[in-house]
């Protein structure tokens, strides 16, 4: 016999009750938030390498050979008299970016299943966090998009963290990523499970690319929200605070519900795409390094990570 699928949810902005009898709120939870974070920064210290590529920088990078058509005064004459190749001395691009981190904090985020390792909002603020250190540690500044202003500094996960905690309550009211000023160039990376009108998604993206800005969208999914693994008499209840809905068989909505899930999803991926955003996904069962890896190295490989301008 297959164990029911339980669920739970909290409001994000709450503050627990003086007897222990409410959700904890997400400021008690950054603690244990910050910890993991900074394990699954650490457990990706030799999947990213930063930003090392040729550019205006005075780091001696490598040696490559010389290219037909490239100005003489390119070549490393001492380095090409050593054979018959010539060869042109590369620097280190140094030039850092800007990144702005927006991390859902709604209250559709603080649901999760018995499938599920994590809440969503966990999961999000932890992926969040992680980045941010992995990008810092790669000489790029990071900001908490709408919260503080861009940093490079070692301390930035405990920074980020107490700008959310302190700010929660205001981070809760919108589904959508603030509309904050963006410097040029800049990156911006959300995480969110995008529960929300594609249309209204790709206008928000579009204000930030004709703003200049690229980047990546990580839309965090819970297991059971993918497959609807409930059967029977079910009450599916508004996490935002809407009208329930009273399902008699559950199962029999299931291939319906697939549809429609993978329906908006794809336009989730869409509306990215017409902005010029990088769209990945994680669900919350997966561990939470394979996701901060893959948006780190899918922003790498997308030439938004320490990209040359």
């Not at 490079?152 to 405990?158: K, L, P, Q, T, Y």
Request: net charge neutral.
């Amino acid at each position: 016999m297959i164990d029911p699928v339980a669920t739970r949810a909290y409001d994000p902005a709450s503050r627990p009750a003086a007897d222990g009898g409410a959700a904890a709120d997400l400021a008690s939870r950054i603690p244990r938030l910050v910890a993991r974070a900074h394990e699954v920064a650490a457990s990706l210290a030799y999947g990213v390498h930063g930003r090392k590529r040729a550019g205006a920088g005075e780091t001696f990078w490598q040696y490559r050979p010389f290219a037909s058509g490239e100005s003489a005064h390119r070549v490393d004459w001492r380095r090409s008299a050593r054979g018959d190749q010539l060869y042109v001395r590369e620097r280190e691009w140094e030039a850092a970016h800007d990144y702005f981190l927006w991390m859902d904090c709604s209250p559709s985020m603080a649901f999760a299943s018995s499938l599920a390792s994590d809440d969503k909002l966990s999961r999000a603020v932890t992926l969040g966090l992680a980045l941010a250190e992995v990008l810092v540690r790669g000489g790029e500044r990071v900001a908490a998009l709408g919260l503080t202003a861009p940093v490079s500094a070692r301390d930035v996960i405990d920074r980020l963290a107490r700008a959310l905690a302190d700010n929660v309550a205001e981070t809760t009211h919108d589904d959508l990523p603030p509309q904050a000023p963006l410097r040029p160039r800049a990156k911006v990376v959300l995480i969110s499970d995008f529960l929300i009108e594609p249309d209204a998604l790709f206008a928000r993206l579009r204000r930030f690319a004709d703003a200049g800005a690229s980047g990546a969208l990580l839309m965090v999914i819970d297991p059971s929200e993918e497959s609807l693994p409930f059967s029977g008499e079910t009450m599916f209840l508004d996490t935002d605070g809407g009208p329930s809905f009273h399902a008699g068989e559950a199962k029999s909505l299931r291939a319906a519900y697939a549809q429609r899930f993978d329906a908006h999803r794809e336009g989730v991926r869409a509306a990215a795409a017409r902005a010029g955003f990088l769209f990945l996904q994680h669900h919350t069962d997966r561990p939470a390094a394979e996701a901060a890896l893959a948006l780190a190295m899918g922003l790498l490989g997308a030439g938004q990570f320490g990209e040359r301008r």
